[in-house]
């Protein structure tokens, strides 16, 4: 079943070309006796005062330079002064399921964490995270097991492996993104449902988790987007599901990747940032 977890999503994300110029910090740290290897951004702005951080997942067999060239959230951190950090998984993947190889990878996030922590002055209530696809199903891992630590999750596309498998410790902020043409990881959900539910389910099941009213308030701010809130939350801890027409496996309002697949209706990264700065943790 491991296995099933990991390559749930094996099929990968285009290549993306990205600027050696903008990447500002490749370096390393040892966790578990493995050297694992991170991309850092740090705002010219930063001045010592206490800031945000955002963990930036990439999906599967893709990296930390084309995880930042795909989500543009350096600019980003740039514009709003937070630092993001793009880290790497072991052969390109992330490990979501149980065993050794899962704890593994949550290991590492606490260890970057707190290696980030020594050298900057991060606020510990403002500490996120993202990704695509399988670093989305990551993501999802986080919020269910490190909800001390994660304030506040914005999954897109994401595959969430074992994802009624979730007992965190606190009510926790969700904001997730996935395209009705997502060939991928289908937005009906796929067999086994246990690795690639239906989206609309898998939402709903945090909004339960994060005691939030059983039916969500549909809108349509644009044609091509359906927005479903569960509102009504423990601690504030809203479930906010952004469903987008004419979008497959990709990055919303992205510039790099095809354009066949990914909608311009939505920013993602700008989305999720103002997500972010409304759910620090309680």
Partial sequence: MLLLATFACRRSIPAIPTDDENILGETQIVSGGVTRHFILHVPPSYNGNPVALVLNLHGY????????????????????????????????????????????????IRDLIAHLEALYTIDPKR??????????????????????????????????????????????????????????????????????????????????????????????????????????????AEVILYTLANHGHSWPGSLVMPKNITSQAVNATAVIWEFFKQHPMP
């Fill in 127 to 236: 500490i996120y995270a993202t990704g695509i696809s399988n670093g989305g199903g990551m993501t999802n891992r986080l919020a269910c097991d490190m909800a001390d630590v994660i304030a506040a999750i914005a999954p897109d596309s994401g595959a969430y492996n074992f994802w009624q498998n979730c007992n965190p410790s606190r009510p926790v902020p969700v904001l997730a993104f996935h395209g009705l043409d997502d060939n991928i990881i289908p937005y009906a959900g796929n067999t086994p449902q246990i690795m690639t539910p239906p989206i609309e389910d898998w939402a709903a099941a945090w909004a339960a988790r994060n005691g939030c009213a059983s039916t969500p308030t549909i809108t349509t701010p644009v044609e091509t987007v359906t927005l479903r809130t569960w509102s009504q939350c423990k601690e504030n």
């Fill in 61 to 108: 067999s893709s990296n930390s330079k084309q995880e930042e060239a795909l989500t543009g959230m350096s600019p980003k951190a740039d514009e709003a002064r937070f630092i993001v950090v793009y880290p790497d998984g072991i052969e390109s993947t992330w490990y979501t399921g149980p065993g050794a190889q899962g704890d593994a990878d949550q290991q590492f």
